[in-house]
Every structure is written in C-alpha cells, then in structure tokens.
C-alpha cells in the first residue's frame, strides 16, 4: 500500500472540495516534472452562462432598429464607395488609376468578343457584361485592384446550359443557323429559323427566336445566381467557400480549360461540326473534330496559326521583360485590328468562307426583366455558377489586399458579385466574376482605387456606341486564339504536378480527381467530384491516421515516435501510445486495432483466456484432481494462470493530437480503461486539451465525484510517466 506525501494529500483535499461543490471554481490537479511528490491547482475560468434566446431577441430588435444614424451605417456599407471616394487622393492616385484602366478596357474589348464564343450569345451581350459590372462593382465592391467582368470559365458555364436548354427547345445548336429575332432581339431579321419557343409573360404569347431565347437563359440564370449570392450574404453563408481547396479550384479551372480550349478547335481550323452537349461533351466533341478533319478551312488553319504564334511570342516575351514595361503590351487588341482590316480588304468571309463575328449594333437594348419561367428551369444550374463566382472574387479580393495591405469584407464582396449578376440581368447581360489574369494586370499597371474600374467601363461604352460595327469582319478562328492562349496559366498546372505529388500526394490525387471529371464528365459533377472527393479524403484520414508508441529522447523529458527516430530509449514497464486524430465514432475501431496491435496486448482476448484457464482448473479441482491442466500444482497456478507474459504495467495514452472526442471516443476510452484495469494494467492520459477533459467529466471517465482524477490524468507524458515509475510495479506484469 502507497502512503500518500503531504502534498497529495494537499491535492486531494482541494480537489475533494471541488467536488463536493464547497469551492466556486473548478480546479485540476497535476504532478510538477520536477518534483514527483508535489502537485499545482490549475483554475479553469469560470464560464459566464449565456442566454441565447435573449441574444438573439437582442440581435433582433436591434437590426428590426430603425434610427438615422443606422439608416446611413447601412448605406455607407451597403455603397463602400461612399466611404473611400470623398478621401480619394487625384494627385497621388489618378494617374495610376486611368492608365490601369486604359489598359484593361483595352484587353477587355477583344476578350469580351471572343468569350461570347463560350457563352454561345452575340458579341454585344459580352460588351454590356464588362460594362455594368465595372460601374456596379464600383460602387458596392471593397477591393481596390480586383478586376470584376466577363471570365472564361463563368462563360463556359453559362454556355453549357445555354447550349442545352436550346436543344430542349428544338433550336439548331449551329452557329452559322439563321435566327428568328423576335421581341427583344437587337433588329428585326427576314429570315427566321426553324423553330420558335413561345413564351407566355403575363398572359401574353411572344414568339421569341433563338438568339431571343439564347439571351433570355443567360439572363434568367444570372438572375438566380445572383439572387443565391445576395441570400448567402445575408444568411451569412460565405463559409461555404472553405470547401473548394486550393486543389480543388485548380483542378476545377485545368478540367475547364481543357473543355474550353476543346471547344475552340473547330474555330481553329473553320470545320462546322455540331456543339456537344451533356456528360462527356469534350471527347464526343474530340470525336466529331478527327471524323471531319477533312473538311478544316486552309484560310482559318493559317490565320489561327500566324495568332497563335504571334500571341504566345508577344505574352512570353512580356513575361521575360515585365519588370522593364510600365505596361503589358495589347497584344490581343493589335491582332483583332490587324486581323479584321485583313479579314476585310482581304474578303476572306466571300472568297474563302471563313467564319466571321457578323454585325454587331451600337446602342444599348431597352432593360427587360428576366423570365420567371425560365428561371424555374435553370434554378439548379444557378447553384455551383453563384458558388464559383463568389469564391474566384473573394480569393482574388483577399490576395490583393494583402498583398497591398488593407482589409475587404467578403460578406460585402457577395453582396457586390451579387448585384453584378442581379442588375444587369435586366440589361441583357450574364453572369460574371473577377477574373486573376486581368487582376494582375491591373496591379501591374499602377492601379490604386475602384476608380480604374470605371475607366475601363468608359472604354467599353465607347466601343458600344460608336466602334462596334467595326468587328464585323472579324474572324471567329482569331477569337478562339485569344481564348487559347488565355489558357495557358490554367494549362501549365501540369507543369505544377510533380513538385504538388512531392509536396502532398493526397491534394495532388484531389487535383487529377477534380480536374478529370470537369473535364470529361462537365464541369458541374467535376465540381462537385472534387468537393465530395476531398472530404473523403479527409475522413479517411481521420479513419486512418497515424499511431505510434514513443521512446523517451535520452536524458530529456520528451517523448517521440520510436520507429522514426533512432536512439530513443523505451520506458521499463510503460508503453505510452499516441493517436493523431480526433478520436469518434468513424475511427474508434481503427484506434482500438491500433492500440491492440503496437502493445502486442488484446485485453479482451486476455480476458478471454484466463477464464477459459480458470474453467479448466475447476474442472480438475471438482475431480479431486491436485494438479492443473499444465501439469503444475495447485499453489502454481497462481503464478501461470496465463501462459503469456504482459512487458508493461502502465499505458499511457498520448491525447496532444485529439482534438475531440465525441460519445463514441468517451466510451472508448473508459472501455480500455476498464479492460486494462482487469488486467492490473493501469491507463493514463497526458496533454489533453480543455475541451477533451470537459468531454471525460461529463462522460463519467474520472468517476462521479473526480476523486480519481489526479491520478488519471496528467498535463504533460513526462509526468505521467514519472507517476508510473513512483508506483511500486511487481517484477513480473503477468498475474
């Protein structure tokens, strides 16, 4: 029998007192390293109990609150621009702000021609998309240097569901097709195809034609997705963003990137093949394109060739002397001019049939409130289009910001993206987001406030009103070169894949994943895949995580995983076991395994077998036999009741790496306790954070009034191993 030291019978008493509820604070006890015999009280906090009901009836009244003074809070966030324009600095700021501007209202006009290709609309709704999400995002957005406008791979999404509800609707998916322009189509047309879609708004009938039909989709989703954003800004919602890794991003943008350079080859080479819909679009599309190689247009072939090169050259050459241009060269924006005035002294479209843009109006068209109908048929597509917009804009707004150092609200970044997407549905415009190639030329370019926005909004209405008709001898193979090679960040993620598998090879799984289903199945379900796919692999990892048993560093008081480490010295009579990972219910068979395997001890199998022994001996003993099954005698069998002998006495459990258990983890720990305790074997945790100890208290692990508590638990592996070697262990484990 232990006699207990002054000091833990200090530690007793006081722990005693708590208990029995005479202190007002609990206290946890635990041995100094230092000192064996000696004990510290460790005081938790107290805890102020909250009434959540009257915080959120508090919460309430106040938002339900309407004062003067809450009236302007709410305007002055709602409208950021309010709060930075009447600091703004012109002389320091200005410069920087028009040549930014300048230059991507510049790279913006070409882009937005050739990104309609994506979308499957008319050049000009791509122009009213860069134009109202510049002015909005001026006035609600919080980033300084993020540019909001028409993106590649919002596009393409739009598109797909374009593309699809067309089909549905019996319209010829070629894009050389005639359309029938009915009401609230850009001019009125002779010719009309095939098939009209009657729309019933407000208990009027109105023929509406393809591109009629076209655009009242995009809006129609815009709408919805922009009207997710708004809901998920108000509810709070932005921590749905968390779930889209940077693997997963990735994989997602490189999956898409391979569908949209795919669906720009028959631009390339001038073949006219119909546009894949649906699951595997980018090898029905592959397919299509080898069967009708015959047919590639020489002219279009050539053009596409000489962009290609000139492009790549003139951005590589940009990248290798960035640090001496002031500005990036407007590359994309000399080759539509070169290439529209060959295209049209040249009479390529005539003489060689080459696929040109067509007429493009000036003017804007009168605002129309999107369909109610169409928006039921496209409300699941608005989803995962509202989601990855929000995301591209938030992290872009973040890594500017601190790269530039000033701070952004991401729930206002929603609000922002949302009302891009809400307003200009009205004004015949799609879904947009921002977009990191021309982010990072506004930066380069000496960009400083919202301002530069607006300016490159001012370029594009001059290109709206005035210069439009200008494209229309522009060839459609030289807007798929400026697609393609916009690509080219997306594409040289493979570059990127061995240094990621050297790095992490389960992010480097989650990217293949992501990136194959967006590309061959579509980029929705690749979204999705990737999403669902790395939560697994997170679970997994919590099923399955790494277990060791430690050595002691010699001559220290740290403990480390004996089989990666050399010269670690094992404890005489303890084994101490670490688990790294929350301990519940998904992985608690996995833990017991574990535990079973390295201690090379199963108490229940143990247990198991020394009743069995035991049976066997009253067996003989009924016979009046005097000797045991083993041949032993009576007063023998105590010493062999098991053949198998036990190395330790002590466990002691590792807890630094669970961050919490829940019911399942409570009663597996107090199962192992109690079946080690049959044993003589005694367990002890070490370095449990508070929230596991609140979780062992209120699962009974310490007992009903913790007396035991002190000598359970420990805050350090270092103390609770001293502890086992102040116990007076037998010689010899087994019983």
Known sequence: MNVSSPAERFCQEHIHEVNTGTMERPLEATRMENSTSSC?????????????????????????????????????????????????????????????????????VPQAIAYSLLAGLKPIYSLY??????????????????????????????????????????????????????????????????????????????????????????????????????????????????????????????GASLTILTAQVKYLIGIKIPRSQGHGMLVITWINILRNISQANLCDVITSAICIVVLVTAKELGDRYKHKLKFPLPTELVVIVVATLVSHYGKLNEV??????????????????????????????????????????????????????????????????????????????????????????????????????????????????FLAPLFYSLQKCVLACIIIVSLRGALRKFRDVPARYHVNKVDTLVWVVTMTASALISTEIGLLVGIVFSMLCI????????????????????????????????????????????????????????????????????????KKYEKKEKQHLKKGDHTTANGLGIGETTLQLVPKQIDFQVLVVDCSSISFLDT????????????????????????????????????????KDFGSMQEMLFYSIHNAVQFAKDQKLPADCSV
């Open 352 to 465: 060689y049939a080459s696929s040109v843009s067509g007429a493009i109006p000036t003017g804007f068209i009168p605002p129309k409130v999107p369909h109610f109908n169409l928006m039921l048929r496209v409300a699941v597509d608005a989803l995962p289009l509202a989601i990855v917009s929000f995301v591209f804009t938030v992290s872009l707004s973040e890594m500017c910001a601190k790269k530039y150092a000033y701070t952004i609200r991401a729930n206002q970044e929603m609000f922002a993206v949302g009302f891009c997407n809400i307003i200009p549905s009205f004004f015949h415009s799609f879904a947009t987001s921002a977009a990191l190639a021309k982010t990072l030329v506004k930066t380069s370019t000496g960009c400083q406030t919202q301002v530069s926005g607006v300016i490159s909004a001012m370029v594009v209405l001059l290109v709206l009103l």
């Open 539 to 610: 679970i997994v990892r919590t099923q399955r995580p790494r277990t060791a048993l430690l050595g002691q560093i010699q001559d220290t008081s740290f403990y480390e995983d004996d089989l990666e480490y050399e010269n670690l010295s094992s404890v005489p009579k303890v084994k101490i076991f670490r688990f790294e990972a929350p301990l519940y219910y998904a992985n608690r068979n996995y833990f017991l395994k574990s535990l079973y395997r390295l201690t090379n001890l199963d108490p229940n199998l143990e247990a198991a077998r020394r």
């Open 129 to 254: 998309t860069s134009f109202f999400a510049n002015i909005i995002y001026f006035l609600m957005g919080t980033s300084r240097h993020v540019s909001v406008g028409i993106f590649s791979l919002i596009s393409l999404m739009v598109g797909q569901v374009v593309d699809r509800e067309l089909l549905l609707a019996g319209f010829d998916l070629n894009d050389d097709a005639p359309s029938a322009l009915g009401d609230g189509s850009l001019q009125n047309d002779s010719q009309s195809n095939t098939t009209a879609f009657n729309l019933t708004i407000a208990g009027m009938n109105a023929e509406c034609g393809k591109e009629c039909y076209a655009i009242g989709i995009a809006t129609a989703l815009t709408f919805v997705a922009g009207v997710y954003q708004v809901l998920m800004g108000i509810f709070r919602l932005g921590f749905v963003s968390m779930y889209l890794s940077e693997s997963v991003l990735d994989g997602f943008a490189t």
């Open 40 to 108: 510290f009280l460790m005081e938790r906090k107290t805890r102020v109990k909250i009434n959540r009901k009257e915080v959120m009836l508090a919460k309430l009244r106040k938002s339900c609150s309407c004062t003067p003074k809450k009236l302007k809070n709410f305007v002055m966030d709602f409208l950021p621009v309010l709060q930075w324009l009447p600091k703004y600095q012109c002389k320091e700021y200005i410069w920087g702000d028009v040549m930014s501007g300048l230059v991507i209202g510049i790279i913006l």
């Open 664 to 703: 399942t983890g409570v009663n597996t720990l107090k199962e192992i306790l109690k079946d080690y305790k049959d044993l003589n074997i005694s367990v002890l945790l070490a370095c449990c954070n508070p929230s596991v100890i609140d979780s062992l208290k209120r699962g009974g692990y310490f007992g």
